[in-house]
């Protein structure tokens, strides 16, 4: 099987779908350059290979036309000091300048298109606008893994023109990977751990996970619904009364699947959702009226962390608690900590989805963790269970 590392770059030009969807002050420097930083290895592995880079990617959105605040025109400074390289830039990412620019490209070179989504016919998918990107190069690659649950030209599309010369870059193939370890290859016994608000925006994640995992932890806004639907009495937190039924059926499947499922016993509730409200513990099922569990108890903590240590391979998406407010951390805080010391000992970790990426930056243990998603949504339906068009346009 071909791939970046086994793949005879000399002499040719790549085009590489990129992420540098990246935010912009009002001056437009960049504020956050994770995503470009990111690509740079894959990029000096083209390079080093004997091969030339065509960039491409969107930054924004657009409403179809060109903007100078959407340009990527605003990247490129910061990409060639990362680079350590002049980069060129082509105002367009089809037509003239594109072709001209990318026929001249030498070994050693870098080309960055403008922004993809200039072009309404990006997002669409349009077979004829893929095809126009597809000629400006010999080799296709997919790096973006924020964009592969798109089904768009430069994302999936393109793909087809390039049947035997299409690979994942080294972003693309590290989330592959790492979400492959966990759901089809992953070391027993295999853990993932829920947070977050709501249960309706993780249900198709619960009924995927539970035909592959030994625990399944609940945590959040969500563990309110599942204890509501155990008979328990949850005051003024945040239940989902519609997917009282659905929060059965899951823990029904667990218990027929012999999967632990495991809702916190005790909760840090508060009289307002306030980070200056009154505050403490409480056993889960006896929330007052007038108070809102808005993070897990001790005794969970406690309870977590031990399934987390004798756990294999871990998947963690969402937190446990309001953490933003910091009276409401401490669980997602511990349940962060305890994954890392996991890891230490051996065990495989994947942190992915939003917040709780956000939860393991701010608490400075994403280098702690096997891998750290990049990519939010992609991961969130990769963890559903759901093929990525741009993850299945390469491996086809
Ligand atoms: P999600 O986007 O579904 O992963 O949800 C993340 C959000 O859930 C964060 O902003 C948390 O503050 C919030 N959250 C976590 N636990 C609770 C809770 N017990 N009550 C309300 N919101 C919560």
């Not at 770059?9 to 504020?31: E, G, M, S, Y």
């Not at 924004?60 to 680079?83: A, I």
């Not at 932890?217 to 519609?242: C, H, P, Q, R, W």
């Not at 992915?352 to 949504?377: E, F, P, R």
Request: with cysteine.
């Amino acid at each position: 099987m071909k791939n970046i590392d086994n793949y005879d770059f000399r002499n040719k030009k790549v085009i590489v779908r990129v992420d540098f969807n990246v935010p912009l002050d009002a001056q437009f420097n960049v504020t956050d350059d994770t995503r470009i930083k990111a690509t740079i290895p894959t990029i000096k592995k083209i390079l080093q290979g004997g091969g030339s880079v065509i960039l491409m990617s969107h930054l924004g959105r657009p409403k179809g036309g060109p903007e100078d605040k959407f340009s990527l025109r605003h990247v490129l400074g910061d990409l060639s000091k990362k680079l350590g390289m002049d980069v060129q830039f082509a105002d367009d990412c089809i037509g003239e300048s594109a072709h001209r620019m990318s026929a001249a490209l030498q070994p050693g070179q870098v080309l960055l298109l403008e922004n993809l989504r200039f072009y309404k016919e990006e997002e669409a998918g349009d077979v004829g606008f893929a095809k126009k990107l597809a000629d400006l190069a010999d080799v296709y690659m997919n790096d973006a893994f924020g964009t592969a649950h798109r089904a768009h030209a430069s994302t999936a599309v393109i793909a087809r023109f390039f049947p035997e010369n299409k690979l994942f870059g080294y972003v693309m193939g590290g989330e592959v990977s790492s979400i492959n370890k966990v759901l089809k290859e992953g070391h027993k016994p295999v853990t993932a751990i829920l947070g977050g608000a709501k249960v309706s925006g993780k249900i198709e994640i619960i009924n995927n996970l539970l035909d592959k995992v030994d625990n399944l932890v609940i945590g959040g806004g969500m563990m309110f619904t599942f204890i509501k639907a155990m008979g328990g009495k949850t005051g003024n937190s945040l239940v989902e009364d519609d997917l009282i039924e659905t929060a059965k059926s899951a823990m029904g499947k667990a218990k027929k699947l012999g999967v632990h499922f495991y809702i916190p016993t005790d909760a840090v509730i508060a009289d307002q959702f306030d980070n200056e409200a009154n505050f403490k513990t409480c056993e889960a099922g006896v929330i007052p009226d007038g108070w809102m569990g808005l993070d897990i108890g001790p005794k969970s903590v406690a309870a977590i962390k031990e399934i987390i240590l004798s756990s294999s391979t871990l998947l963690w998406n969402g937190p446990m608690g309001v953490f933003e407010m910091d009276h409401f951390a401490e669980g997602t805080i511990a349940i962060a900590k305890a994954i890392a010391e996991a890891t230490q000992k051996g065990a495989f970790s994947l942190v992915g989805g939003g917040d709780s990426v956000a939860a393991v930056n701010k608490y400075h243990l994403s280098d702690q963790i096997s891998h750290v998603s990049t990519g939010g949504g992609a991961m969130l339906e990769f963890i559903e269970g759901k093929e990525l068009p741009g993850v299945a346009a390469i491996e086809a």
